[in-house]
Nanobody, 119 residues
């Protein structure tokens, strides 16, 4: 059974940090493009960051302009897990963060983890 399980969300003050994890089971990350999206009520789901393999042991990451320089996406294929390190958090970063794995016509989603940035 294919599953993506996010964890690491919570309440943090502005300027703080959180590290989200997305553990995959039922398939191996391998050549999947792994992404983090976020969604707030009344808004469309927004792509935050993604990481893809471009050749053996070499990965390319891209980020939404709103998080560049603050967020870092990484993957550990041995643990079948993707991470999102979030620093210098702002109130605008408050959202449910979802993990996605995509390859060809396949697309898997996790249930999401809530991140709330508030003083």
């Amino acid at each position: 059974q294919v599953q993506l399980v996010e964890s690491g969300g919570g309440l943090v003050q502005p300027g703080g940090s959180l590290k989200l994890s997305c553990a995959a089971s039922g398939f191996t990350l391998g050549t999947y493009v792994m992404s983090w999206y976020r969604q707030t009520p009344g808004k469309e789901r927004e792509l935050v960051a993604s990481i893809r393999r471009i050749r053996d042991f070499t990965y390319f990451a891209n980020y939404a302009d709103s998080v560049k320089g603050r967020f870092t996406i990484s993957r550990d294929n041995a643990k079948n897990t993707v991470y999102l390190q979030m620093n210098s958090l702002k109130s605008d970063d408050t959202a449910v963060y979802h993990c996605n794995a995509a390859r060809d016509s396949l697309s898997f989603w996790g249930q999401g983890t809530q991140v709330t940035v508030s003083s």
